[in-house]
Each structure stands twice: as structure tokens, then as C-alpha cells.
């Protein structure tokens, strides 16, 4: 069994997201995707367009295997905080064999440039 992750605010959720979950499947071949997301409130502190239940329901019906909330204190934390809490709720899952990003460039190079 392999589990991909994906930390998200799916705000509002739209048909990339639904997007992004399938090409997770397809390219991991993942059996699993777990999405770890903000609640009411986003990064920006502002609340979220739409309610995190509306927002689980949307992610789960296409395709999300499991939906975490991220707490508050992550979730409206710099891109740093918002990241460390996400990424620590699953690390201590211990069961996550990928953690899993979108970008619009598509172009991983460019993007660890930018990193480094």
C-alpha cells in the first residue's frame, strides 16, 4: 500500500485540485492521498471562502482518500509555519511514502533554483 500527501487549502476547492489528486494517483501510484488543509481560517488569516466541511466533502468526492485539518495556529502562520505544522501532523502519521506539490511552472528545476 503506498500513501502520497498533499497540504492544501482548497480555496476555494476547483477542478485543478480535482486534477492534482488524480495525477498524484497516477504518477506515485499512490492507492492513497491524504490532504492535510486549512480549516476556516487560511495563511492569509482571512477566512475561507468557502467551510472546511463543504471543502472536505468537494476533496473527498474527487478523489482525496482522507482530509486532516490543519490547526489554526499552522494555518494561519507564515508559508514556514503553515508548512512545519502540515508536514509534522504527517510525519507523525507514519505511513506517508510521498509528500506531494503543485506549481504552475511545472519545472522542478526552476523551482529548487528559486529554493536555493
Keep these: 500500500m503506498t500513501i502520497a500527501a498533499v497540504i492544501a487549502e482548497y480555496n476555494p476547492f476547483h477542478n485543478g485540485h480535482e486534477y492534482m489528486i488524480q495525477k498524484i494517483k497516477e504518477e506515485t501510484g499512490a492507492d492513497y492521498v491524504i490532504a492535510v488543509m486549512s480549516g476556516d ?11 472546511k466541511y463543504a471543502r472536505t466533502k468537494q476533496a473527498l468526492l474527487c478523489g482525496a482518500d482522507l482530509v486532516l485539518e490543519l490547526p489554526v495556529c ?39 533554483k528559486v529554493a536555493d
Excluded: M
Aim: charged residues 20%.
Design 41 to 51: 481560517f487560511t495563511q492569509r488569516g482571512t477566512p475561507a471562502i468557502i467551510d
Design 74 to 112: 499552522f494555518a494561519t502562520a507564515s508559508a514556514e509555519g503553515f508548512a512545519f505544522g502540515a508536514v509534522s501532523i504527517l510525519d507523525k502519521l507514519g505511513v506517508v511514502d510521498s509528500l506531494v506539490f503543485g506549481s504552475e511552472s511545472g519545472d522542478i528545476n526552476c523551482i529548487k
